[in-house]
């Protein structure tokens, strides 16, 4: 098994997966050769600059 090189490029595939859901945490960190605690310190530094995508008004209406 041959460890994944950290790249720029890696880290944003994997951030942008998980900002929208598309991969789960330990897959993101394996995508780009973190361990589970970095990614999620790098990722918590992404959603500090990146605004959420969706209306929280409009998801939630209708629900009870």
């Given at each position: 098994m041959?460890?994944?090189k950290t790249t720029?490029?890696?880290v944003r595939?994997?951030?942008?997966?998980?900002?929208?859901?598309q991969m789960n945490l330990p897959?993101?960190?394996a995508h780009c050769g973190m361990t589970h605690k970095?990614?999620?310190?790098?990722f918590w530094e992404y959603l500090k600059y990146?605004?959420?995508t969706y209306n929280?008004?409009?998801t939630t209406r209708g629900q009870s």
């Amino acid at each position: 098994m041959s460890k994944v090189k950290t790249t720029p490029e890696n880290v944003r595939e994997a951030h942008e997966a998980l900002f929208n859901s598309q991969m789960n945490l330990p897959a993101a960190a394996a995508h780009c050769g973190m361990t589970h605690k970095e990614m999620k310190m790098t990722f918590w530094e992404y959603l500090k600059y990146h605004p959420p995508t969706y209306n929280y008004e409009t998801t939630t209406r209708g629900q009870s």
